[in-house]
């Protein structure tokens, strides 16, 4: 049985909503200093990542739409296999800078699609 393409939106966004939820009112020290804060954004990223590349096998334009896919794959395999090596920056920018720009269109396009 074909998964629909949506549900991988679905992941994304729900994943990039939980992780604006989770550094909302959080500043850059408390950030780096909460293990368990950074580590709940990075599995939301690693999230992120999977369903893009998964959605990018299964219906390569869409994905796309969203975003270019090399990126958010490779910042998913960055988090996983150098996860000792994590730059806690680099994941903060991505959280506040791209991270809202990609939320707002995976709301674009559920909205133009429909749910899963």
């Known amino acids: 049985m074909e998964r629909d393409p949506r549900a991988w939106l679905w992941d994304m966004r729900e994943a990039a909503k939980a992780i604006i939820s989770f550094i909302d009112g959080v500043d850059f020290g408390t950030y780096v200093e909460s293990d368990i804060l ?3 954004v ?5 999230i992120i990542g999977e369903a893009m590349s998964q959605l990018a096998k299964f219906d390569p334009a869409l994905a796309r739409r969203v975003g270019d896919p090399g990126p958010i794959v490779g910042f998913r395999n960055y988090l996983i296999h150098r996860y000792s090596k994590v730059d806690h920056d680099e994941v903060w920018e991505i959280a506040q800078g791209s991270l809202p720009v990609i ?3 995976l709301n674009e396009l559920l909205e133009e699609l429909g749910p899963p």
Do not use: I
């Not at 990075?42 to 690693?46: M, Q, Y």
């Open 42 to 46: 990075e599995r939301k990223f690693e």
């Open 38 to 40: 950074h580590s709940a």
């Open 103 to 105: 939320l707002a269109t």
